[in-house]
């Protein structure tokens, strides 16, 4: 069994940007990947065959509990929070958090994709996690993350390709979001 | 352009940035938690399943300074909660009914209804626990399936909100608690109606593996309307004085259900003081005993675009949601209004700063206002239209357009080409002014503009 220490650093990458890319935000991603790792370090892992896998179970049930206390199931508040700042047009859901780093294409693109589509997406490209991996980890059937991956790959192409097409259209006067 | 591959997606996804965590920080603090948790400390408050009264940024800052104290005192740590733990209470009408498949029970503790967050329209909450039976040491648990049958009709209820039925175990514990919302044709005052709820096929995860319970848990069980909304009640605010003085506003009563308490904004018509129009508070917390709740002031007033997914002619009202932060049944409990940093609205239309004929080139021009804001311009003509250009701050922001006066003659904005960039703290707004010819005496009106007065900031008690 590798000890703590190796554990994390073998793994904090993979868990810390999951969770970042799950929750959009710097400080819940660290609370986060703090949480998964005390879990693991308090766990008796001498059984677990897929420590990578196992953790990125722990990360996606911490990150559901958390997207699940912030709404509660009302997506309205969660919007509307994020109007109630100084007076400006109105705002994209994300600005309701703390403004995460995802300078690059690919993160704003990313963050569109519904949670259950992304999560799937962050644990086989990113985390390099195999289609029966990604499935344990999100306690789903194979098929149905096969199914998840699919879907978020063909949605993904589609939100790129609108994105290079509107950036060919010069630059961009509207009102912006934040 | 040619589309984007799959391998593509892969390769960006494997260098999306991380912003560079202080890993080593976080290592830090998980290793204190990680003593802190197995050194054996005793909590000073009594045990709570599922406690979640203290945010975890709060957990890991009192963590750490436990674990301190545990590397001091060489012994046990005696953690101290500097924050009221918000016991959960049964809520509403209490059924207590029980299924147990496979070693895993569970319980319908209680059943409330009320006025859904931010809706008119009706909720169910049934609160949940689940209990293990046999000590397998669950992590999480979820149902594959939950429905809630109305026995009368046969009609299933939609469920209101998350769809998951996800409990959580802590560390060491064997029961765990999670709220259902559910909506539709529900039981009125003085109604009865009898439901069934069936969760099908649990999988749990513990330390060491991932498994699964085939199964029905089936609950019946019969909801009172009258019962179940009693934890639904108003409360007048008595102290109003503050308030109407420093804003020209009342509160109404205050509404209090199980899962939000609302506040009506009583506006009294014309109310301007020498500084400015109040307009509302940036800022409002509800002190639940120690825990504070951030609040939703909607609709805004001034603004001219409804915030989406809420109804831009319902009536002014403060919102807090309670059951986002987890609290429940807040009868017992404190409650205290806190509104900062009153937004007050300020034009002086009489006061025009004079530019130099605009260029391509962009002039930079200030104008110090008679209420110290500094309005700072840059402006340039693009073509044949004038773009004028206003840096703002987090306290300081741009409520209309400027306005541009030439030779005499007044012009207004483009509110299509018009634009604003905020990031947070600074930001800038550049109104753009088509077809504005040529001319010699130039100015500019700064327009309305919104600025903080904390020295309107108020606590409002509501309920001892």
């Known amino acids: 069994m590798v000890d703590d220490n190796t554990l994390f650093q073998t793994y904090k990458e993979d868990v810390y940007r ?139 192409k589609k939100l790129y390709e609108k994105a290079m097409e509107s950036r060919g259209k010069g630059s961009d006067h509207h009102v912006s979001n934040y | 352009m040619s589309p984007i591959t799959e391998q593509q997606i892969k390769q960006g996804m494997s260098l999306l940035s991380d912003g560079s965590p202080d890993y080593g920080e976080m290592w830090n603090r998980i290793r204190a938690e990680v003593e802190r948790r197995r050194s054996g400390w005793v909590e000073e408050t009594s045990v709570i399943e599922n406690k979640r009264g203290v945010s975890r940024a709060r957990r890991w800052a009192l963590a750490a300074s436990a674990a301190a104290i545990v590397v001091a005192a060489g012994g046990t740590a005696i953690y101290f909660d500097q924050q009221t733990e918000v016991i959960p209470t049964e809520m509403g009408q209490k059924i207590d009914a029980s299924a147990e498949v496979g070693g895993v029970e569970l319980t319908l503790s209680s059943v409330a209804i009320g006025r859904k967050p931010l809706e008119e329209e009706q909720q169910m909450a049934l609160r949940l626990r689940l209990t293990d039976l046999q000590k397998r040491g669950f992590g999480t648990v979820e149902f594959g399936e939950a429905t809630l049958t109305d026995l009368s009709s046969g009609q299933n209820l939609a469920v209101s909100g998350d769809k998951r039925n996800l409990f959580e175990f802590e560390e060491g514990g064997s029961a765990s608690t999670l709220t259902q919302y559910f909506e539709g044709n529900l039981p009125a005052g003085g109604e009865s109606r009898q439901y069934r709820l069936t969760l099908k096929d649990a999988t749990y995860s513990t330390a060491q593996t991932i498994d699964s319970i085939q199964g029905d848990w089936v609950v019946e069980f019969t909801v009172e309307g009258e019962q179940a909304a009693s934890a639904t009640y108003a409360v007048p605010i008595e102290e109003q004085a503050a308030i109407e003085e420093r804003t020209g506003l009342k509160l109404g009563e205050a509404q209090i259900s199980p899962f939000e308490i609302r506040i009506p904004v009583i506006r009294e018509q014309g109310f301007s003081v020498d500084q400015g129009d109040f307009m509302y508070y940036k800022d409002s917390t509800l002190k639940v005993d120690n825990i504070g709740v951030q609040g939703l002031w909607t609709p805004l007033p001034g603004r001219e675009q409804a915030q989406p997914g809420l109804d831009p002619n319902a009536p002014e009202t403060l919102y807090f949601n309670l059951a986002a932060n987890s609290l429940e049944d807040v009868r017992k409990s404190s409650l205290t209004l806190q509104l900062r940093n009153a937004v007050v609205k300020r034009s002086y239309p009489d006061i025009w700063t004079p530019v130099a004929p605009p260029s391509e080139t962009a002039q930079s021009v200030s104008e110090t206002l008679p209420d110290q804001s500094v309005m700072a311009y840059k402006v340039k003509r693009e073509g044949k239209d004038i773009h004028v250009h206003i840096q703002t701050r987090n306290d300081f922001f741009m409520i209309t357009g400027t306005r541009l006066r030439v030779d005499g003659k007044t012009y207004e904005r483009s509110e299509s080409e018009s634009y604003s960039k905020y990031n947070g703290d600074t930001g800038f707004q550049v109104d753009v002014f088509k077809n504005v010819p040529e001319g010699s005496e130039f100015a500019i009106n700064a327009g309305e503009y919104g600025v903080y007065d904390s020295s309107r900031d108020l606590d409002i008690p509501i309920q001892n």
């Open chain 1, 18 to 156: 999951y969770c970042l890319h799950m929750l959009r935000s710097q400080t819940d991603a660290e609370d986060i990947c703090q949480e998964v790792f005390v879990k693991a370090m308090l766990a008796d892992r001498d059984k677990v065959e897929h420590m990578k896998a196992w953790l990125m179970r722990i990360a996606a049930n911490e990150c559901h509990s958390l997207m699940r206390r912030r709404t509660n199931g009302n997506m309205k508040e969660k919007k509307a929070f994020s109007i109630n700042l100084p007076l400006r047009s109105p705002q994209s859901v994300e600005s309701a958090y703390e403004r995460a780093e995802t300078a690059d294409e690919f993160g704003r693109l990313l963050n569109k994709l519904k949670p259950k589509v992304r999560e799937a997406m962050l644990l086989y490209y990113m985390a390099d996690l195999s289609t029966a991996e990604t499935a344990e980890a999100l306690g789903i059937p194979v098929g149905t993350a096969k199914s998840r991956i699919n879907r978020g790959v063909k949605m993904f």
